[in-house]
């Protein structure tokens, strides 16, 4: 069964700062990631997707790596603002017969403050 | 751009009765997941449908049904409602094996 876990669970960290948020998961057999982000109460804003064939996706200040070997990947948090302030969460899609089941990780809080 | 439509956007449900959620997908998607989030849980995995076939089944309890229809909408019936199924419950549409796009959710409260 995969399981995937996020480390830290909580970050706080003042405004300017670079980051790093980790996942590790159980399985490398996986199709790909994906990375979301989730304000309190709110849904799911996909942030990156990584294919299982690819090393690094970047948008904009957010890039994700992923190690499929290791089963891990990072998001790297350039320059942190306040409104970057959310719950992360990666997710990592099977392939084969739970074509699309997305399982996640329970999350990094992230709070940035000024 | 046209997001993941999920209505009612909050329901409130005595226990033993019977709720359906709707799911309207981004236009030319072909796949749609339903995902359960408890109160402080991750999103866990319920059931998926690739052009109207359901294609993948998770912890989904049996008092649960879902299909898709012709027009790729999908509903989630839930019935016999218990105090443990209050929580967020997620629709997600793709485009075969592209990225999962999340609608808002509906948030359920069975008193």
Known sequence: KQE???????????EGENLVLNCSFTDSAIYNLQWFRQDPGKGLTSLLLIQSSQREQTSGRLNASLDKSSGRS??????SQPGD?????????????????????????????P | AAGVIQSPRHLIKEKRETATLKCYPIPRHDTVYWYQQGPGQDPQFLISFYEKMQSD?????????AQ??????SELNMSSLELGDSALYFCA????EGTQYFGPGTRLLVL
Not at chain 1, 74 to 79: D, E, M, Q, V
Not at chain 1, 88 to 112: D, E, H, N, P, R
Not at chain 2, 68 to 73: E, I, L, N, T
Request: positive net charge; glycine residues 10%.
């Open chain 1, 4 to 14: 995937v876990t996020q480390i830290p669970a909580a970050l706080s960290v003042p």
């Open chain 1, 74 to 79: 990072t998001l790297y948090i350039a320059a």
């Open chain 1, 85 to 113: 302030s959310a719950t992360y969460l990666c997710a990592v899609w099977a392939g084969g017969t739970s074509y699309g089941k997305l399982t996640f990780g329970q999350g990094t809080i992230l709070t940035v403050h």
């Open chain 2, 57 to 65: 089944k998770g912890s989904i309890p049996d008092r649960f049904s």
């Open chain 2, 68 to 73: 898709q229809f012709s027009d790729y909408h």
């Open chain 2, 93 to 96: 549409s793709s485009r075969g």
